[in-house]
């Protein structure tokens, strides 16, 4: 009997450790995420998953507002974090960002300064098709924001461009 191959469902959250928690979660908050809910979780089970021992940690879970991935804002208590250095640039090997689409970038970016999130470059235009802008939030966590400029987005131009399937034409181009 062949047996069935596992498959990918879907991209369930991405998480995030952070010192101040609160802070975090108001940054968040301010860029259109809700907050689904906040608990501490502690136990064997958890230290298993981890690979650590005596976890206590306190999470916070955030959800898009299309309901899509969700954010997991966590500090822990037990075993202490490990600080890094939050000022890496964006070219660091290992160093995270999360892309976001957003209506009214120039408002959402004015929003977040005010928690003071700081622009990694500047707000630029990539072709007809986006704004586009890195920041930099809370301990360093890093956010890009695109806001898309007319119908088309770029996977709708890859569609039209490219026939659906021609990924070989596509990665030969590059």
Not at 19 to 33: K, P, R, S, T
Not at 68 to 91: D, H
Not at 113 to 119: D, F, T, V, W, Y
Request: charged share 30%; aromatic share 6%; net charge negative.
């Amino acid at each position: 009997m062949k047996s069935k191959r596992s498959r990918l469902l879907r991209m369930d959250n991405v998480s995030i450790v952070v010192e101040d928690l609160q802070a975090a979660i108001a940054f968040f908050v301010e860029l259109g995420m809700k907050l689904e809910g906040e608990t501490t979780v502690e136990g064997k089970w958890v230290d298993r998953v981890l690979g650590l021992e005596g976890v206590r940690s306190d999470i916070a879970m955030l959800m898009a507002p299309d309901g899509g991935c969700r954010l997991e804002l966590s500090t822990f208590r037990k075993p202490a974090p490990i600080a890094t250095e939050s000022e890496m640039p964006v070219n660091t090997q290992g160093k995270h960002r999360i892309m976001f689409a957003v209506t009214g970038i120039d408002d959402v970016v004015a929003r977040l300064k005010k928690l003071g999130a700081e622009l990694v470059g500047e707000v630029v235009r990539y072709e007809d098709i986006y704004r586009l802008c890195y920041l930099r939030g809370p301990e360093g966590i890093i956010i890009a924001l695109a806001e898309q400029l007319g119908g088309e987005s770029v996977t709708d131009i890859l569609k039209r461009e490219y026939a659906v399937g021609d990924s070989d034409k596509l990665v030969a181009e590059r």
